[in-house]
């Protein structure tokens, strides 16, 4: 077999110039493996139901994203073969001029794809399997299962996945590759590389105009996501801020290519030292042809960072704000004195008894507390048409409802008398308050929401309720709960004195109570007796809610956010890390004959390693330092969105993406550096 | 006078025992300084073979190479770069200016790698500028330029470092004859003028007749040699035409 034997000899005599892309593929396949295989690590261990239910949504959510992710590594790999055929244009054209036909072409390249891609599958799946290994030991720890004896797991469903989704990427690469072959000319294939490429040098005067102008922009949008934030108006406008970023950036990395030059080369003493000269042209020349891909590469390295840190730190910051936000073992939520007019929701039984509390509710269907609760609590809810939402802001409303047109201002407000809220703080090891008989007080912790009511608060604003007036006594929300919850979710409560409170606008009741236990087991065993009541059509059962629960979904949720946000994260950073790099390396054969000339006028080969190297790695850091540069307000961003999960452990995931992408990034970068330095190496 | 460059019996083989290609076949010349000497002979002869091998580009079997009285067969690593880089100056057929750089950049980066000062840089390309007449194009991108403004950047990088000896190798091949003939007495201009020593590879006869002595190869050994002494440059033209008619073979398409 003719062209069998060709294209094998094709693949060894380049194995070099295909490392990166190699590289490249195996890791896409380890990855693709792993992430999805966690879902066969997941049934392996010991796991409460409530995890498990997460679990499964998490499997889901990966496979999904898995088809976007195999998009992403689809356009890679065409665009790397696209690169790779572009350096062997001149094989091509004697292979023509030899009389073989189009045909026989695209079948020695369907050849090799062919080959690449099984050992690049074989090799992928067979590190992945192993580092599965260790992604098992991170999964336990991420769900805290408990892993009593090492396990092999191999998921063979993962492995068939990778195999299918690889096979269909091969597949559009050879459909690729047989039609830009069919469409190339033989004249372009032999004399491809006689292209002179023109080197304009930009008006520096239009590059700082261009500079400090999208600058300018930018420190806007950097503004809006930030300080201004407050004042975006709905969802939709965040994308201004976006379209701001990704325009502007293309135009800064426009104005600065030309202008970098221009600056150095005013300081002549470097500019004319050793290879500097060299160098700096070498960077500019290719930062000129490639802003867009450098564009391209900085937003998304901006997105990686910002993904992984914020995912990241959702895990963390959920686990420590459990503590503060679940501090007993379990709340019931007890409606109450159900009006006539909700029959269509509940039974006539349900609404006639619905004047008794969650302890009563649960004596009548036989179940005893007795026993297994200690320092219960109970609290009322009341609430009135006349305070809603919109009431509380008094003259401030028309303020507000500009700035915040979206927000539904006709909800009614949850009122507790301040004796009731007092037992509860005890209880949660909280401030308790005191209130003249004419003062009210709002407690929350949701920022958006209580810097909302801070400005009804600040101007003194007065409610009507129960015909009595009251005023505020603390120019701000207090911070504080009363419900127990995975995150910063009490949008506000009003406090108000005991004695004005009308007992028919009674709407709720809230036991909160810790058990009468000290293993997790017990708990559990309380807890199941407590919440799994079988459905009733006389009684409306009391919604439960556990710190065990919270706890459950609050890991189960960073687990979940942890791993899709790891997964887009490396599958981002590799793309973008492998752009740069096969970029970097296409240009390498013009690169080798300018390097031949530095060595014949006699540049020492150590001048000109350096010279690669800082070329490359300037290369390598351009889009990197503006990312990073987005990246410190795009985080701010993304935690003021997340701010209920709390973000005050922000700095360790930082330094887990900075460690990541020093070595996804930094790995690619030391590997393009060499493969590029044995390209221009000269055999003497 | 003093040898600039000695070549001792050098030897050149390549291939292996079953088929022996000898490209320098025991060759020995001198070349003394202030010379301007070309190497003439067909393609084949061994003639770019041992230009790489006095640019220590490429590295003889047997023999010595002296410059300036070292032996450069013995060098290694940057001891070799640095010999080029100094001792050196280089004009090639495809000009090898670098496309990235402007004129004034490719001349100044031949100084810049010796750790040469910015502000004597500015000086010395300015003076050489001058001489070789391209003061009007150092601002220019090599694809800016007509060829023979090309090679005289190349010329003024080649000799701007103040070099023992200039190699040429077919300085003239990318020209056509009016650029070839301006080039050609710049370089006259150099030896004259500034007692540049050039060795020039051609195989062309006009080219060579520019030349004060001519050394005819062929498969790798000396076939002859002849100066120009006191005659004209056109007598001396016909007398390599005698020469090259002699040696026969593909030269003469040359002409």
């Known amino acids: 077999m003719m062209l069998f034997k060709l294209s094998l000899k094709n693949i060894q005599k380049s194995v070099k110039d295909y490392a990166i892309y190699f590289f490249t593929l195996i890791l896409g396949v380890a990855i693709f493996y792993i992430f999805n295989s966690i879902e066969s690590q997941t049934i392996m261990m010991n796991i409460s139901k409530n995890t498990l239910d997460i679990i499964e949504l998490m499997n889901n959510m990966l496979s999904g994203v898995s088809v976007f992710v195999s998009f992403i590594l689809g356009f890679l790999i065409v665009y790397a073969s696209r690169f790779l055929i572009k350096r062997r244009n001149k094989e091509f054209g004697v292979y023509l001029t030899l009389g073989m036909s189009k045909k026989k072409i695209s079948f020695i390249l369907l050849i090799e794809t062919l080959m690449i891609g099984i050992i690049s599958l074989v090799i992928g799946l067979g590190i992945g399997i192993l580092l599965s290994q260790l992604m098992s030991v991170f999964v336990a720890n991420m769900f805290e299962a408990d892993i009593e004896e090492f396990q092999f797991v191999f998921s063979q469903s993962a492995a068939i996945k990778s195999c299918l989704y690889f096979s269909i990427m091969y597949l559009i690469v050879m459909v690729f590759n047989t039609f830009s072959i069919s469409k190339c000319k033989l004249i372009d294939l032999l004399h491809g590389k006689k292209k002179s490429e023109k080197i304009k040098i930009k008006n520096p005067l239009v590059c700082i105009l261009v500079f400090l102008i999208s600058s300018s922009f930018l420190g806007y949008a950097y503004?809006?996501?930030?300080?201004?934030?407050?004042?975006?108006?709905?969802?939709?406008?965040?994308?201004?801020?976006?379209?701001?970023?990704?325009?502007?950036?293309?135009?800064?990395?426009?104005?600065?290519?030309?202008?970098?030059?221009?600056?150095?080369?005013?300081?002549?003493?470097?500019?004319?030292?050793?290879?500097?000269?060299?160098?700096?042209?070498?960077?500019s020349s290719k930062v000129n042809t490639t802003v867009f891909q450098m564009t391209i590469i900085c937003l998304m390295l901006f997105v990686t960072i910002c993904v992984l840190s914020s995912a990241l730190s959702i895990k963390n910051s959920m686990t420590a704000n459990l503590n503060t936000l679940a501090p007993a073992d379990i709340q019931l939520l007890q409606p109450m004195n159900i009006k006539e007019d909700r029959a269509a929701k509940y039974t006539t039984s349900q609404i006639s008894h619905s004047n008794l509390t969650s302890l009563e509710v649960l004596n009548a269907l036989g179940i005893s507390l007795e026993h297994d609760l200690k320092d219960?609590?109970?609290?009322?809810?009341?609430?009135?048409?006349?305070?809603?939402?919109?009431?509380?802001?008094?003259?401030t409303l028309e303020q507000v409802q500009k700035q915040f047109r979206f927000l539904s201002f006709d909800t009614q407000e949850n009122i507790i008398k301040l004796s009731d809220y007092n037992k509860l703080a005890t209880l949660f090891e909280r401030e308790t308050y005191t209130l003249n008989s004419n003062e009210y007080m709002i407690i929350g912790d949701f920022d958006s929401m209580t810097s909302l009511r801070n400005i009804a608060l600040a101007s003194g604003e007065k409610i009507s309720i129960f015909g009595a007036t009251l005023f505020p006594k603390y120019s701000e929300c207090k911070d504080g709960i009363i419900e127990m919850s995975s995150g910063h979710i009490n949008s506000g409560m009003f406090i108000v004195p005991d004695e004005i409170v009308d007992e028919n606008f009674l709407v709720a009741n809230l036991l909160t109570a810790n058990y009468k236990a000290n293993t997790k087991e017990e708990k559990v065993k309380i807890e199941k007796q407590l919440l799994d009541i079988e459905e009733s059509n006389v009684y409306i059962l009391p919604e439960g809610t556990t710190r065990l629960t919270i706890a459950e979904a609050s890991l189960g949720l960073g687990g979940l956010v942890t791993f899709i946000g790891l997964y887009l994260g490396i599958i981002f950073l590799i793309s973008s890390a492998a752009i740069l790099a096969l970029k970097e390396?296409?240009?390498?054969?013009?690169?080798?004959?300018?390097?031949?000339?530095?060595?014949?006028?006699?540049?020492?080969?150590?001048?000109?390693?350096?010279?690669?190297f800082s070329q490359i790695g300037i290369f390598f850091l351009f889009p990197l330092l503006l990312a990073i540069i987005h990246s410190i307000f795009g985080i701010q961003f993304c935690n003021s969105i997340l701010e209920t999960f709390g973000n005050d452990k922000l700095l360790p995931s930082i330094v887990m993406t900075a460690l990541f992408i020093i070595l996804i990034y930094g790995g690619y970068f030391l590997l393009t550096y060499y493969c590029s330095k044995n390209i221009i190496k000269e055999r003497v | 006078?003093?040898?600039?460059?000695?070549?001792?019996?050098?030897?050149?083989?390549?291939?292996?025992?079953?088929?022996?290609?000898?490209?320098?076949?025991?060759?020995?010349?001198?070349?003394?300084?202030?010379?301007?000497?070309?190497?003439?002979?067909?393609?084949?002869?061994?003639?770019?073979?041992?230009?790489?091998?006095?640019?220590?580009?490429?590295?003889?079997?047997?023999?010595?190479?002296?410059?300036?009285?070292?032996?450069?067969?013995?060098?290694?690593?940057?001891?070799?770069?640095?010999?080029?880089?100094?001792?050196?100056?280089?004009?090639?057929?495809?000009?090898?200016?670098?496309?990235?750089?402007?004129?004034?950049?490719?001349?100044?980066?031949?100084?810049?790698?010796?750790?040469?000062?910015a502000k004597i840089i500015d000086e010395k390309i300015k003076k050489v500028a001058r001489e070789l007449d391209i003061k009007e194009i150092l601002h220019k991108y090599p694809y800016q330029m007509s060829g023979g403004q090309k090679q005289r950047v190349a010329s003024a990088r080649a000799i701007i470092t103040n070099p023992k000896l200039i190699l040429a190798d077919e300085p003239t091949g990318a020209l056509d004859s009016k650029s070839s003939k301006m080039l050609l007495?710049?370089?006259?201009?150099?030896?004259?003028?500034?007692?540049?020593?050039?060795?020039?590879?051609?195989?062309?006869?006009?080219?060579?007749s520019y030349a004060n002595r001519v050394i005819f190869i062929k498969d790798g050994k000396i076939f002859n040699e002849i100066y120009k002494g006191e005659n004209s440059r056109k007598a001396f033209f016909d007398q390599i035409i005698d020469v090259v008619t002699m040696l026969g073979g593909d030269l003469n398409d040359a002409l």
């Open chain 1, 585 to 612: 390396l296409s240009e390498s054969s013009d690169n080798k004959e300018r390097f031949r000339i530095l060595r014949k006028i006699g540049a020492d080969e150590r001048n000109i390693n350096r010279a690669l």
């Open chain 2, 185 to 208: 007495e710049k370089m006259n201009y150099l030896n004259d003028a500034l007692e540049a020593t050039i060795l020039m590879v051609t195989h062309d006869a006009f080219t060579a």
């Open chain 2, 1 to 117: 006078m003093e040898n600039i460059l000695k070549i001792e019996r050098i030897e050149k083989y390549y291939g292996n025992r079953s088929s022996l290609t000898k490209a320098l076949d025991g060759l020995s010349f001198d070349v003394e300084k202030g010379e301007f000497v070309a190497i003439m002979g067909a393609s084949g002869s061994g003639k770019t073979t041992l230009l790489n091998c006095i640019s220590t580009i490429d590295k003889v079997t047997s023999g010595h190479i002296y410059v300036g009285g070292d032996d450069i067969t013995k060098l290694k690593g940057n001891h070799l770069n640095r010999f080029r880089r100094e001792e050196l100056g280089f004009i090639f057929q495809d000009f090898n200016l670098l496309d990235t750089l402007t004129a004034y950049e490719n001349i100044a980066l031949a100084l810049s790698i010796q750790n040469e000062k």
């Open chain 1, 376 to 395: 219960i609590v109970s609290i009322n809810y009341y609430s009135t048409p006349a305070l809603t939402f919109r009431d509380t802001f008094g003259t």
């Open chain 1, 223 to 283: 503004y809006l996501v930030t300080g201004g934030l407050v004042k975006l108006q709905n969802a939709n406008e965040i994308y201004i801020p976006i379209a701001i970023g990704c325009f502007t950036t293309f135009l800064i990395f426009w104005s600065l290519s030309g202008l970098i030059l221009k600056i150095v080369m005013s300081f002549k003493n470097i500019y004319y030292r050793g290879l500097n000269s060299f160098t700096l042209r070498q960077i």
